[in-house]
T-cell receptor, first 108, second 112 residues
């Protein structure tokens, strides 16, 4: 079965602390994985995708096929990082399966 | 470029009615996907259209349907509304499959 899990519904970290948002997936094919972010009162937007191996706003994510994980990391959290983060798996023809999301709160 | 637009932004209906939501993709984008977002179920894939053809469908009853026009604009229709259909309906467009999806602001549907 195709599934994306994010074990933490809520995550609070202090400003300047490292942050890691966990994501695990279940998919028999070759995964296309993404992180989407939704800031307060803004629309959902792509943060990064594994295939591009970019670092956006200081965030990185490494695909670990052995552990079927795609954790999102940032070495120093900023207050503006507070948002809802969704891990997503794209299967065929834009069928995207989203995880339940993790709400990140960065404490000043 | 203008972003994805969705109309209406808010809608209130009663049980048993039907509703049509509209999505205008970014100019040049040919793929349009629809999602339902609820507090309990999160974001769930409804269907995806490309060049007026439905290519993929999520696990929703037949009351949920959609279509895409030759200009790539898309509509989704929900017939015989139920209370559980209350949700934020998001539309996303992309150039093609596996390209970045850009989301619209959503239509907030409330079923009374």
């Amino acid at each position: 079965a195709q599934r994306v899990t994010q074990p933490e519904k809520l995550l609070s970290v202090f400003k300047g602390a490292p942050v890691e948002l966990k994501c695990n997936y279940s998919y028999s094919g070759s995964p296309e994985l993404f992180w989407y972010v939704q800031y307060s009162r803004q629309r959902l937007q792509l943060l990064l995708r594994h295939i591009s191996r970019e670092s956006i706003k200081g965030f990185t994510a490494d695909l670990n096929k052995g552990e079927t994980s795609f954790h999102l990391k940032k070495p120093f959290a900023q207050e503006e990082d507070s948002a809802m983060y969704y891990c997503a798996l794209e299967t065929s023809y834009d069928k995207v399966i989203f995880g339940p999301g993790t709400s990140l709160s960065v404490i000043p | 470029k203008a972003g994805v637009t969705q109309t209406p932004r808010y809608l209130i209906k009663t049980r048993g009615q039907q509703v049509t939501l509209s999505c205008s993709p970014i100019s040049g984008h040919r793929s349009v996907s629809w999602y339902q977002q609820t507090p309990g179920q999160g974001l769930q894939f409804l269907f995806e259209y490309f060049s007026e053809t439905q290519r993929n469908k999520g696990n929703f009853p037949g009351r949920f349907s959609g279509r895409q026009f030759s200009n790539s604009r898309s509509e989704m229709n929900v017939s015989t509304l139920e209370l559980g259909d209350s949700a934020l309906y998001l539309c996303a467009s992309s150039l093609e499959a596996y390209y970045t999806q850009y989301f619209g602001p959503g239509t907030r549907l409330t079923v009374l």
